[in-house]
């Protein structure tokens, strides 16, 4: 008798673990229950009329690495090769990045120059953070939180300034409170194999599965720092929904409750990020009573919101030219960032002659703190704030557009969570596998590999 696959959840994961499920040469019955009225998740494209494109969630993808390459992979597979836009290395969206410090802006250091001197706002060259992680032993914890692994290795500064930036253009999330060991794996095995960062990034990374493409051979070739499509986004899902037509039957009706019938298999793929920060409650309520520790698990999975809103300033020119700027929470807590997406990716500015998009990232672990309730804040606070900040930091003004957002959090101890509930199925035998943002990786890449691993291992067990 053919098997069936249930799909919770039809963002990225969702979708690429139809993907591949469908394309098994042993294809199940696949059963995608999706509980809002689009697929997609976060990948969510607004087109206006005159062709600009404003993104909801993610606006760029990286390359690099196994993840990148899969993705990439996949992207070929389903002939969006002509709809990709690259940004190659030598674009200044590759090359600049900026930080927000005592009201003004700061260009990141790069290349050997850039770590030679001392470069505002760092009080020291770079290569001394360089030199002092060289020299550091090797740390003892189990975990960590990134604050305190880059203090130790690198010096108070660099974790003060340029880490609890990263993590807030990354995570939306406090460097203080995150998990080494599970945001930065690759950082945290690299300490404990080689005892430094920098000797481990130097010697080690060993080979990937072979998973090339013409687009990731080129994408190497022309350093791309990140691609998009040029409908935006949502074009992979869209495209990924092509596929799935006639291969799989969707319901928008969602998923009330998860049990177990006899033979029943099921990969789960659930809401990882929304408006508010109690998602994965959300997956929690849909166990049955039996399956509690695997629920207070999943409870314990934190996510934070943020406010993304969107403008765009008709006839404007940017004073400077990058990918965007990050703020330090020392600085301002609430504002994390501002993207230039015009800069990165100018075919996506509309027909309305030149024009600057940006997008202004707020809230993130600071949201509470300074506009209160993510459910009740009203929309025009979020837009003046945003004005504002480009105001202040940029000399522009006007506006657009505004949704919101969730990020999960991994904080210390994530591990621990995630290995106690693969534990837990194992043993209880259940036939589920947990894929998506909340487990081992929030990037749009991570969320795509980890489906199709999860996928593989099914099918496999299967056999
Ligand atoms: C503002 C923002 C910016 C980002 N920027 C980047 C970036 O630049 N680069 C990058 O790589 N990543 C970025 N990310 C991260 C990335 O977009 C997400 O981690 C990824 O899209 C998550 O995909 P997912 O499928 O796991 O979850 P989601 O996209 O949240 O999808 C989950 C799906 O499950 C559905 N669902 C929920 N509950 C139920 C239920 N009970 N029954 C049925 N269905 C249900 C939801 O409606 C949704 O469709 C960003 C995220 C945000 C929010
Ligand atoms: C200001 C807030 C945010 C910005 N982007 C995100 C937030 C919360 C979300 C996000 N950004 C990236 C990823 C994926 C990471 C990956 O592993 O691929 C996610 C979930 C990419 C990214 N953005 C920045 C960095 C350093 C990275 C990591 C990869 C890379 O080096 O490209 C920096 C950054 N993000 C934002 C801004 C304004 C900014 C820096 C100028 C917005």
Same mark, same amino acid.
């Given at each position: 008798m053919q098997r069936t696959v249930a799909v919770v959840g039809g963002g990225i994961s969702g979708l690429t673990a139809c993907y591949h499920l469908a394309r098994s040469p042993s294809a199940p019955k696949i059963i995608l229950l999706e509980g809002?009225?689009?697929?997609?998740g976060w990948l969510h494209s607004t087109r206006t009329e005159d062709g600009a494109v404003f993104e909801h969630g993610p606006r760029g993808i990286r390359p690099v690495g196994t993840v990148g390459k899969n993705t990439l992979l996949m992207v070929s597979e389903l002939g969006l090769d002509a709809d990709v836009l690259p940004v190659p290395g030598d674009h200044p969206a590759s090359k600049n990045r900026y930080l927000y410090v005592s009201r003004a802006l700061h260009r990141l250091p790069s290349g050997i120059g850039g770590v030679l001197r001392t470069v505002p706002?760092?009080?020291?060259?770079l290569l001394w953070s360089g030199l002092r992680e060289l020299a550091a032993p090797r740390g003892t914890q189990p975990d960590e939180t990134i604050h305190r692994f880059v203090s130790r290795r690198f010096g108070k500064e660099l974790a003060d300034i340029a880490i609890d930036s990263l993590c807030r253009g990354v995570f939306a999330g406090d460097c203080r409170a995150l998990s080494m060991r599970s945001c930065f794996p690759a950082l945290f095995e690299a300490e404990q194999r080689w005892r430094s960062v920098i000797l481990g990034m130097a010697l080690g990374g060993g080979k990937g599965p072979a998973l090339d493409s013409a687009l990731s051979r080129r994408a190497r070739d022309e350093r791309w720092s990140q691609w998009s499509l040029r409908g935006g986004m949502e074009t992979l899902p869209e495209a990924l929904q092509d596929f799935l037509r006639r291969r799989v039957s969707v319901s928008? =009706?969602?998923?009330?409750a998860l049990q177990l019938c006899a033979g029943g298999r099921g990969v789960w793929s659930p809401?990882?990020?929304?408006?508010?920060?109690?998602?994965f409650p959300a997956l929690a309520v849909l166990?049955?009573?039996?399956?509690e520790p695997l629920a207070q698990e999943l409870r314990s999975i934190e996510a934070v919101s943020v406010g993304v809103v969107n403008l765009q300033y008709n006839g404007a020119t940017l004073p400077i030219t990058g990918f965007g700027h990050l703020v330090p929470s020392f600085e301002d807590s609430s504002l994390l960032g501002i993207v230039y997406d015009s800069v990165a990716f100018?075919?996506?500015?509309? =027909?309305?002659g030149p024009s600057v998009r940006l997008t202004v990232m707020l809230g993130g672990a600071w949201f509470e703190q300074g506009f209160g309730d993510p459910d009740t804040v009203p929309q025009a606070v979020l837009l003046s704030r945003a004005k504002e900040a480009v105001r202040a930091h940029l000399a522009l003004t006007l506006s657009l557009v505004l949704p919101q957002a969730c990020i999960p959090q991994y904080m210390l101890g994530h591990w621990q969570r995630t290995e106690s509930m693969s534990r837990y199925l194992e043993q209880e035998g259940l036939p589920l596998s947990l894929i998506g943002a909340?487990?081992?990786?929030?990037?749009v890449n991570d969320c795509i590999y980890s489906a199709k691993m999860a996928v593989t291992r099914l099918l496999d067990q299967a056999c």
């Open positions: 809002s009225s689009r697929l997609g706002p760092f009080t020291r060259p928008s =009706s969602g998923c009330a809401q990882l990020l929304c408006a508010e920060a109690s998602l166990l049955p009573g039996w399956a100018p075919e996506q500015n509309g =027909s309305c909340s487990y081992q990786g929030v990037s």
